[in-house]
Every structure is written in structure tokens, then in C-alpha cells.
């Protein structure tokens, strides 16, 4: 805080292309890329963009950032899949979150023009792409970081179902 200006109160996004899936709804779609089963999709970066897709080719994965397009509104706390206990939306990858941004690292596959072929797909389609990054391990793994409430859940849940596809009522969590 120290005279840092105040955060804004909106943010205005733009899409930089979008999200082709086989899922058009959240129950039944994977609950995480590495539980898709290879599930295959495609990216179509908008053809402004097109030129920033120069030396993504090689990379073996790559992050997604988009927008929960279809996701109800936020809820503070969660039962996620992998668990049957409550939990604070901040510690789950709920979709219904304050801000809709979501983040799935996939597999790229191949590159042809502006669209890119992927696998490991978890979104559901026509889902609005925010950004492109490339996963790199050295950076973005940690393999022996503790993993919360996760580390106590045995759960081998691919799917979801629809917990979080519907409105919950005023108070309920």
C-alpha cells in the first residue's frame, strides 16, 4: 500500500481469440486437464494476434488464461469435486469465482496459422481465451510443494458433475 494508487475498481479484458472443445456443458467435461483423457480442442487466436504465436511452436505445453464464460456467479466457499467437506473458494479450482479467469495447461500439439491444436482440454467450448503462455518447467513446477486439503483426498474423479453449473440460492454457500 505504502502510496501505491488504488486498485481500479474494473478491469476491462479483451479476448485475444477463443476456445474450441467437445464440451458444451459443465457436467460431464473434465475437472482438469491432466484428467481429461486427452481430450482434444482447439485455439483460434484472433488474426491481431496471430503474429505473437512466433516461436511458440516447440514448446511441448502451454498455459491458457481464460474466462469461466458459463461459470454461475462466485461463491466464498465450495464443496469441490475431488472432496464432500466445504471448503474457501481460494484453496479449490472452483469455476464460480470473483473474477471468472481461468488457467489450464495443455498440451500443443500443432500449430496451422492462427490456430493452435491442443489436448488435454477442460474447458467447455467457445470458451474466451485472455492469454497464452508457455509452461516451462523450470519455472512452473514444483514438485515437492504440499498440495493443502488435496494431499487427504483419494478421490480419482474425472468428471464433473453439476455442482457448479446451476445457482445456488441467496446464503447458500
Known sequence: MNGDPPAPDVLQLRPIGIIRTPFREA???PIQPSRS???????????EYREALRDLEGFDRIWLLYWFHLAPAARLRVTPFLDTAERGLFATRAPCRPTRIGLSAVELLRIEGAV????GVDMLD????LDIKPYVPEFDSYPEAKSGWLEGAASERRLADDRFSKERPEGEP
Do not use: K, M, Q
Open 116 to 119: 493452435l491444436e491442443v489436448s
Open 126 to 129: 467457445e470458451t474466451p481465451l
Open 27 to 29: 457436467a460431464g467435461a
Open 37 to 47: 483423457r486427452g481430450a482434444r480442442g482447439t485455439v483460434t487466436v484472433f488474426e
